[in-house]
């Protein structure tokens, strides 16, 4: 069977090498060899595009890539075999080969993965980074199985060279005992280079995997992280509030309490009186006028701490409610702001202007967190050191279906640099007093997001600060949920 191989190869090596003989014309002589090395040169040349289009359609499967590069070299090479090997650390892998018959396997097999070491012509081939060409193994000694069971006797051997570092080779043997060409030598280089390629392309695509992969988990906690620093922002500024709500209700229930317990020693005098029969008109008339007294000053005090409690609410409990409600804007911004005055220096004051009736069905808890963050945010910032100063909130319409809600203070201000960045996740010039630089993060995601909305700032140092909120009376369905 292997020498049948060979009388075939040597019909084509006739064909292909056409000799002169006697009478014949020289000039058709030389035309024909030139038809014939141009019609081998574009079969080279189109075998090596269909090798680069493979890389290209499928960057990440060198099996049919080497396939390919295997069959084109035994075609073109007018070669019995052809194999492509791979180097893993310190051994020679076979990975793709042509024309072996089932005992050329089994030897391959047995010889497969070789040591580096080994003086095997493939590993000498890649140990020593260099071509070797042998016109006949039986004579320069490098007999193999493979050669027992193919019979080949001629190899060319070209390694795969990757910044002076062979990774691999490729093979091409036939049964005759003489030297591929020059053409064919430099054929399989390319194959060997566009080998390169194909397994530099699996290796950089498999990196930017994982590189790509390694950058979502990333992000992915990074994002857990921020989360989670939001939400310890909002209960922080919660805790705040909670503080000077605390403080706050203290004063009218405390007032409550003293009177009440002036009341009740009064009635134990009242009662002494009656007992002892010394109950005069003018005693029954002072006690009645203080019984009244004390009555009113509770119901005041209590009714103040029950209007506190509700602000509070406004501010605290309704921001936890995902669901949209109706509700009026001006209400609602008035709420919020008496909740926050509590828990401010007395430094610094807030005015509220809204215009009646702006209907909303909207989330008020959200938007009252983004009115606490602008106020505490501004009162941190833009007043530092106790500086006395004042904020400003008004709400009107804005158009049809919108309303717009403008914050202003007359404070230090922002350089151009601290506004580029006022609104980025972390960014803050008070780190070191605590600040964690979310406030304003956490504003306009819930008027962009949430609220559906857009927002503006402009600043100058020593000017103030303005804030545009415009967000629509109808919140948008898509952002329920927190």
Known sequence: MPRKRGNAAKKVARVASPTKTEGEDPAKTEAAQLALELQEARERQAATAEVLSLIADAPTDLLPVFDRIVRNAARLCQSVLSAVYRRDGEHVHLVAHDQFSPESVAAVRKAYPAPLTSNNLISVAIRERRV????????????SELQRTSGYRSILIVPMLRDEAAIGAIAVMRLEPQLFSKAQVELLKTFAGQAVIAIENTRLFTEVQERTRQLSQSLEDLRATQDSLV???????????????????NTPVGTSLTVASAFINKTNRFEADVASGNVRRSTLTEFIAASREAASQIMVNLGNAVELIQSFKQVAADRNISDRRSFDLGQVTEQVVKGLRFGLRSQLTVNVECEPNLAMNSYSGPYGQVLTNLVLNSAVHAFPDGARGSIQITARASGKDNVEVLFSDDGCGMSPEVRR??????????????????????????????????????????????????????????????
């Not at 042998?134 to 004579?139: F, K, M």
């Not at 500024?237 to 706050?248: D, K, P, S």
């Open 132 to 143: 070797v060409h042998e016109p006949d193994v039986l004579v320069s000694g490098g007999y």
């Open 421 to 482: 960045q006022v609104f980025d996740p972390f960014f803050t010039t008070r780190r070191d007093q605590g600040s964690t630089g979310l406030g304003l993060h956490i504003v306009h995601n819930i008027v962009t997001n949430r609220l559906g909305g857009r927002i503006n700032l402009e600043t100058r140092p020593g000017a103030g600060t303005k804030i545009r909120i415009v967000v629509p009376r109808e919140a948008p369905l898509e952002f329920a949920a927190e």
């Open 231 to 249: 939400q310890t922002e909002k209960l922080a500024a919660l805790g705040r509030l909670v503080a000077g709500g605390a403080h706050e209700i």
